[in-house]
């Protein structure tokens, strides 16, 4: 009797045990995978070294450098990630945010973490995933959303595609050429608010999910949660996305930008004449030059609206003329810009200065400004060197500053490989600046003899 | 020497020596044996026109054997000789006569189409540092100083990580753009940068710290010629810094990578 009793009681206690096992089963299967407490706390160790100076110690993005940083670094406490294999709105999953950490976000000041073992990245996701209480609780058990592996690329799902990106309204913002300046690009924001720019479908190496057709399709059927990218997994199948990213290869490749320091000039033949436009550069190589904010002189700029500058040269027997275009979203006109304006000195930074005074100074103006595709007349002039250099505009206060662009050559043909200084020159070895202003009708140029008092002295204006 | 080029080449002319072949095949293949020890046979490459000059030698060497003796003038010329006025080698003869015509005009052509480079101007990473310089107002000594912020590592803890932090939150405000997040040069900003920004870590230890002042507070504008203050980006941070942040962030940087400035140099006086 005892013994049966025992044995009743034995099998109760397997039978809890065992329902046991089972709830903790199925809670191991559906709950948000967050590791383990020793896991969390080696991932803090690191995040404290490694990402707090933008990210913040809390976790709230508001880090040592978010006050010139656009986009601004993530906010952890939103549990909204843009890169993601799970649908709009959902949480990431671990291998997720393991991901974003590997890769970094291209053209923003998210690095790559190369550096870091796999454990140190895997403790690092866990350690994220304790900012939001989402990741705890049970309703937002994220699960990946279907990606299905790539059909072959035709110019039949290109021609798909590219009905679909207009029919389902990605022109609205992306554009017609996906340069994303369609009608609604300059009126979007964020979930804080702050002004966002879409994608720019013609550059896929800033695409901040990655270039490839993988990458794309991931996107499109996730959207960018926080943002007003939205999914189109409900809305389209499997076989129209694809068909959309096809269009979106075929709008720039899978190419790298292949920047080049160098213009090659092409011999015309014919005099140049600029009356002709654009039609004389057709068979000139052409240079992708990359570019960056003015962060050298006062004042500085952090986020430029541009990366690159397009730039072909043909010459004749008397003439050099360069052509230089570059795809602005924020291209503004109306400005008085010009490099013999004194530039007031950079105001002291304000602590956790408002995002808007961070956002204001982009060398193209306010964000608020019409988006449109910018491109200078050519210019000629006297036969010079034909090793120039593009050189972003240097910023100030938005409404200050039209775009611009500034041809720089040394005044005198080198004789040695000293160079003058690449801004504005310097007192010994002077340059001529050739100066495009998109408020102004008429070139100007000057000669540069360095900025340590930040006017230039004006040699000559061509009118 | 890499033995995996040396024994073959000397197991070539062994195999010549015992199948006896004739003076022509055996002068080749001491010129070809040489040519090949020489370009391929060092672990440290010898540069091209030392290569040059060593193999003109070897052939006046090959030339003056060769034409030592009536006997060895005739071993050489025969096969040539026979080359040229024999029938049989006729296709041949002409196909060679054409070829050393052609072989130089591929050579001229191949060279004259390289791609088109911008001059190129080769600047020292590392210039020497003057002994002083004049920033915020006031001398500083390269040579002698040091960052004044070392001593409360040892005599106030609490305060030298005060210095660190604030450091840190000057280099993510400042420097991050282009020197990036773990200090490698590897920022945001490098898709536009021709140089690159120096890697801090591996550098910095080479260094002194007064170095590393010279180079923040005076920036690109301030390199000497040879380091080509023209192509550089480096701003001049006195424009943007006070003194004690630039101090800070050299504490930061060191800190960061778990490294020190390199020793100063005691000369010893007496």
């Given at each position: 009797m005892t013994f049966c009793l025992n044995r009743r009681r034995a099998c109760v206690a397997a039978l809890i045990a065992w329902l046991c096992a089972v709830t903790a089963g199925s809670v191991r299967v559906t709950a948000q995978d967050v590791g383990t407490e020793a896991q969390r706390n080696a991932g803090k160790a690191l995040y404290l070294t490694n990402c707090s100076q933008c990210h913040g110690d809390k976790g709230d993005g508001q880090g040592y450098a978010t006050v010139h940083l656009l986009p601004q670094p993530r906010n952890f406490t939103t549990g909204k990630f843009k890169v993601r294999t799970t649908p709009n709105g959902a949480l990431p999953i671990h291998q997720d945010i393991v991901n974003v950490i590997r890769r970094g976000m291209p053209y923003t000041s998210m690095p790559a973490w190369p550096t870091l073992s796999d454990q140190q990245v895997s403790d690092l996701a866990y350690y994220i995933t304790t900012f939001s209480a989402d990741f705890s609780s049970k309703e937002s058990v994220p699960k990946p959303v279907d990606l299905p592996s790539a059909p072959s690329m035709t110019t039949a799902t290109v021609e798909m595609g590219k009905k679909l990106y207009v029919d389902n309204g990605c022109v609205k913002c992306h554009g017609t050429l996906g340069r994303a300046d369609g009608p609604s690009s300059p009126t979007l924001t964020d979930e804080l608010n702050r002004p966002i720019r879409p994608a720019d479908?013609?550059?896929?190496?800033?695409?901040r999910g990655g270039p490839t057709r993988e990458d794309i399709f991931r996107t499109m059927s996730t959207g960018f949660n926080g943002?007003?990218?939205?999914?189109?997994a409900d809305a389209l199948t499997p076989e129209q996305r694809w068909a959309i990213t096809d269009f979106i290869v075929s709008?720039?490749?899978?190419?790298?930008?292949?920047?080049?320091?160098l213009v090659i000039a092409k011999y015309s033949p014919d005099a140049i004449d600029l009356a002709q436009g654009t039609k004389m550069f057709a068979a000139a190589p052409v240079a992708r030059f990359p570019i960056i904010g003015q962060?050298?002189?006062?004042?500085?700029?952090?986020?430029?609206?541009?990366?690159n500058v397009l730039v072909q040269a043909i010459y004749d027997s008397d003439n050099m003329a360069l052509l230089v275009r570059w795809h602005d979203r924020t291209a503004e006109k109306t400005g008085k810009n010009g490099p013999a304006l004194v530039v007031p000195p950079e105001e002291e930074e304000q602590e956790g200065g408002a995002p808007a005074g961070a956002g204001g100074a982009t060398a193209g103006g306010s964000p608020s400004n019409p988006f449109g595709d910018a491109e200078v007349t050519p210019g000629a002039a006297a036969p010079q060197n034909p090793f120039a250099e593009a050189e972003p505009t240097p910023a100030a206060a938005a409404s200050e500053f039209s775009d611009a662009v500034a041809v720089q050559i040394p005044s005198q043909a080198l004789t040695s490989a000293r160079k003058p200084y690449f801004i504005f020159g310097d007192s010994q070895n002077s340059v001529d600046l050739w100066f495009f202003d998109l408020a102004r009708t008429d070139p100007l140029q000057f000669l540069g003899k360095g900025s340590a008092d930040r006017v230039l002295r004006v040699g000559r204006i061509v009118a | 020497m890499k033995i995996l080029v040396v024994l073959p080449v000397v197991a070539v002319l062994a195999l010549l020596r015992f199948r006896r072949a004739g003076l022509l095949t055996w002068a080749l293949a001491w010129w070809v044996g040489i040519y090949i020890l020489l370009r391929f046979g060092f672990i440290a490459p010898i540069p091209s026109s030392v290569i040059a000059i060593y193999m003109g030698i070897v052939s006046l060497a090959i030339l003056a054997y060769v034409s030592s003796s009536q006997q060895r003038r005739e071993d050489i010329s025969r096969p040539l000789v026979r080359f040229m006025t024999e029938k049989r080698f006729t296709a041949l003869l002409v196909a060679t006569a054409v070829a050393i015509p052609a072989l130089a005009a591929a050579n001229v052509y191949v060279q004259m189409s390289a791609p088109i480079q911008p001059p190129l101007f080769s600047r020292t990473i590392h210039p020497a540092s003057p002994t002083e310089i004049t920033a915020f107002d006031k001398k500083i000594d390269l040579d002698k100083g040091e960052d004044p912020f070392w001593p409360l590592e040892k005599s106030n803890p609490e305060e030298f990580r005060k210095h660190v932090e604030n450091g840190r939150q000057v280099y993510y405000r400042n420097c991050v753009f282009c020197h990036g997040d773990n200090l490698a040069g590897t920022g945001m900003f490098i898709h536009g940068l021709d140089p690159i920004p120096t890697n801090l870590p591996e550098t910095i230890?080479?260094?002194r710290d007064t170095f590393l002042f010279w180079r923040i507070s005076k920036g690109g504008p301030g390199l000497p010629e040879e380091g080509g203050p023209?192509?550089?980006?480096?701003?001049?941070w006195e424009k943007f810094l006070k003194e004690d942040e630039i101090w800070d962030v050299i504490l930061f940087l060191y800190d960061h990578s778990g490294t020190r400035p390199r020793a100063r140099e005691e000369v010893a006086t007496k």
């Open positions: 479908l013609s550059q896929p190496w800033t695409f943002t007003p990218m939205p999914s189109f709008l720039s490749g899978t190419d790298g930008p292949a920047y080049t320091n962060i050298t002189e006062p004042v500085r700029e952090f986020h430029p609206p541009v990366t | 230890p080479l260094l023209w192509d550089t980006a480096m701003p001049a």
